[in-house]
């Protein structure tokens, strides 16, 4: 992260000019997405550096959730490019997949397997995808788990977890794939407050690791803290971006200020 | 670190939470519980007392009737026809070496059920918790009373000492398979499906499609047992397991060429064991077709999606008799009219055909119940289609649907009774024989009908109280 403000705010006059290690690693061109006649996204340009780490804020219905959605084609964007580490993203399946492989994803619901134990449900992609005997996959959980601190889970099932341990299970069943991406959708907006931190702790870690992150939150600590760029987006458009200290100290766009001055 | 949340109750076989159900009511002495509930105003009463005396009479005149004023003789002196119609009598032994492999299967299957869940239980760090043994009485009630009544109406020791040997032999298979390692359990279930199919081929001998029949089992088995290796690659494991699996197909193939292959047909199939036949055989066979068919509905290649649903809406639009005779006489219009298909497996097709669209949409219900983002997260890790719908969606699927589904083999196990009215003999059937005798005709008639009333309410009785039981292990409706 550069220290001059001025040249921080002129550098990221627009998303599509990266930080990191100035390696591309997702780029958005020109995206529409229509749900039916509403346009959810209009036009989204950016770029990913590898390594970066982007939080995107913006009010309920902005969009946000859309655009990382489309990214491992979650939902199909009707106009532009994305590409994710070079794949272009197209409508065959094989390409796809080879996206998703690529691009671990937290939902805000965790959306664990309640039918399998936290051990099963991190197994289940290396295993099925990554071809990984049974054994080697659960070793690479066990490590995993230990990463996000709770390896004496492992034969529980998610039901008798509390969510911030749920959590931190689908931050490790996503990384079990050895994604170069991770996209997080609101990842502590479901849960109780004294459980948010120990989630934000496991992301901290993950960001100072080198793992390329998109992050959606509310939590503006967080992206004061970690964030390279921040992006804010309403209404389906990219409004700003910025580092965190030109984004919280001196917005530029009207809708910014409102939007801080509501939340802050 | 790691705290634990509270929460009520996880079942250990599925992981489902489940709010403890049998809150402890504030019990009422009897005199206080009456007052307060029955007689709280003067309507209620009323309605009380009218109650009581109805049902009082009632009970009186059904008391009477089966203890004092029944003629049970008709019943009592045909119980081999009842159970097996005109089942070739020198083969009979066959039904008795079924009775007790089927047994053991039972003892097998329940052993192999507890060892899993003991299993589970200690895994996720949970006591297990024995049912109580009132409950199983309660659970097995029906079954347990129409063996006693049976029993009651025999006159020789023969169905007595069969029932001991059975419950010995089951109770002897319970008891090694719960003892069983955890993680072996799928093996025993292979060996509860081997039995099964055994029991089948006991009763039918050893000739057509056996082979593959006890081929399947089997083959599962060493499909499964090869699966549990942990080192080798998974697609370098499944075609080794396929492999595996075809061979023993192959060697069973040649041992069936050689062992006895003389037989009973299955049209020789009478009696009430008929009706347990055919609907075993429908119910095994209703619910893979119901399931591809609710998975074809649901699919995204059109002509799929179109087959399947006519299909169910056809089905689900005419009544299952109208489809049994059309599998008496109307095939010949399609096949040849020497058609080589027996009549029962025309029925039994005809009864699967059917039930697989109810199944269908029950499962489509199901299906439907399981929330979008169990989809998304599978998709996310690059979980190929097919693979998430079979290890993520299914399952969960299937355990919101087990009520429905019971509930609709109870239904068709029932309607095996209209078996009778395309001409098999089955346990309505065999009463007609027994009143077409010399001694019966016109006697007896509304016992022999209540027996047979009576061995219908007993299984069906009991397929819904098990059903009761796994909705309350599955916690349906609490999620
Ligand atoms: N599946 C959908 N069908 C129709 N409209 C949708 C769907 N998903 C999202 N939308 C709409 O798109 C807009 C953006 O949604 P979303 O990306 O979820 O916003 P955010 O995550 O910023 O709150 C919202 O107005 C929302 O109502
Ligand atoms: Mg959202």
Not at chain 2, 196 to 214: E, K, N
Not at chain 2, 361 to 378: D, N
Not at chain 2, 438 to 452: H, K
């Amino acid at each position: 992260m550069t220290s001059n403000e001025n040249n921080n705010a002129q550098a990221f006059a627009d998303a599509t000019q990266i930080a990191g290690t100035g390696e591309l690693m997702i780029e958005l061109e020109g995206v529409d997405k229509f749900f039916g006649d509403f346009q959810a996204l209009k036009d989204i340009d950016m770029r990913v550096g590898k390594q970066e780490v982007i939080v995107v804020i913006g009010p309920s219905g902005s969009g946000k959730s859309t655009m990382i959605r489309c990214i491992n084609r979650l939902e199909k964007h009707d106009r532009g490019r994305i590409t994710v580490d070079g794949i272009e993203l197209s409508d065959d399946i094989r390409n796809i997949q080879e996206i998703r492989k690529e691009t671990g994803m937290v939902f805000q619901q965790f959306n664990l397997f309640p039918h399998l134990t936290v051990m099963d449900n991190i197994t289940l992609g290396p295993r099925q995808v990554r071809n990984l005997p049974k054994k080697e996959a659960e070793d690479l959980a066990m490590d995993l788990l230990k990463r996000v601190q709770i390896p004496e889970q492992a034969r529980k099932f998610p039901g008798q977890l509390s969510g911030g341990q749920q959590q931190r299970v689908a931050i490790a069943r996503s990384l079990a794939m050895n994604p170069k991406v991770m996209l997080f959708d609101e990842p502590t907006s479901a849960l109780d407050p004294e459980m948010i931190k120990e989630v934000l702790d496991v992301m901290k870690e993950l960001a100072q690791s080198g793992m390329t992150m998109i992050v959606v939150t509310h939590e503006m600590g967080f992206a004061r803290e970690v964030a390279d760029r921040v992006v804010f987006m309403a209404d389906g458009e990219i409004v700003e971006v910025g580092t965190p200290e030109h984004f919280f100290m001196s917005p530029t766009e009207d809708r910014t200020k409102l939007f801080l001055s509501q939340i802050l | 670190m790691a705290t634990e949340t509270p929460f009520t109750h996880i079942d250990p076989d599925t992981g489902i939470a489940i709010p403890e159900v049998d809150v402890p009511s504030q019990k009422l002495p009897p005199g206080e519980w009456l007052r307060k509930n029955l007689f709280n105003n003067w309507y209620n009463s009323l309605i009380t007392v009218l109650l009581t005396i109805g049902v009082a009479y009632v009970s009186w005149r059904v008391l009477r009737f089966v203890f004092v004023t029944a003629k049970w003789e008709p019943v009592r002196e045909n119980l081999t026809l009842i159970n097996i119609g005109t089942y070739p009598r020198d083969e009979q032994w066959r039904v008795v070496a079924q009775v007790l492999i089927w047994s053991g299967a039972a003892g097998l299957g329940i052993g192999a059920a507890v060892a899993g869940a003991k299993f589970r239980a200690l895994q996720a760090g949970m006591e297990y918790v024995v049912d109580p043994a009132l409950a199983k009485v309660k659970r097995y009630s029906g079954l347990l009373l129409l063996g006693l009544v049976f029993l009651g109406f025999t006159k020789t020791f023969g169905p007595l000492i069969l029932t001991v040997v059975s419950l010995a032999v089951a109770y002897a298979l319970y008891w090694v398979a719960s003892r069983v390692a955890g993680h072996n359990v799928g093996l025993l279930w292979a060996g509860v499906a081997a039995l099964m199919v055994f029991g089948f081929q006991i009763v039918s001998g050893f000739f057509g499609m056996g082979w593959l029949w006890m081929g399947v089992p089997i083959a599962a088995a060493v499909y499964s047992v090869i699966g549990r290796n942990e080192t080798i690659e998974p697609r370098r494991l499944r075609l080794i397991q396929i492999g595996a699996a075809l061979g023993v197909l192959v060697v069973l193939f040649v041992v069936y060429l050689v062992v006895d292959s003389v037989g009973v047909e299955w049209d020789e199939w009478e009696g009430f064991h008929l009706n347990l036949l055919a609907a075993a055989i429908a119910i095994a066979l209703s619910f893979p077709l119901g399931l591809l068919l609710a998975l074809g509905r649901r699919s995204s290649f059109p002509a799929l999606r179109i087959m399947s649903t006519t299909y169910i809406e056809i089905i689900r639009g005419v009544p299952l008799i109208s489809l049994l005779l059309m599998a008496q006489f109307f095939i010949g219009f399609f096949l040849d009219t020497r058609t080589p298909l027996s009549l029962f497996t025309r029925a039994t097709a005809a009864m699967t055909l059917f039930t697989a669209a109810y199944v269908a949409e029950i499962v489509r219900g199901g299906l439907q119940a399981v929330p979008k983002g169990q989809t998304e997260a599978g998709n996310s890790v690059g979980m190929a289609p097919w693979s998430v719908t079979r290890l993520i969606v299914l399952p969960q699927a299937l355990r919101a649907v087990i009520p429905a589904m019971v509930g609709q083999f109870i239904s068709l196990f029932k309607d095996t009774s209209l078996l009778l009215i395309i001409g098999k003999i089955e346990i309505l059937g065999a009463r007609e024989i027994i009143h077409g005798q010399e001694a019966y005709r016109g006697f007896g008639i509304a016992e022999t009908l209540v027996f047979a009333a009576f061995a219908f309410w007993a299984v069906s009785f009991t397929m819904s109280r098990e059903s009761q039981r796994l909705e309350r292990k599955l916690g349906v409706g609490e999620r």
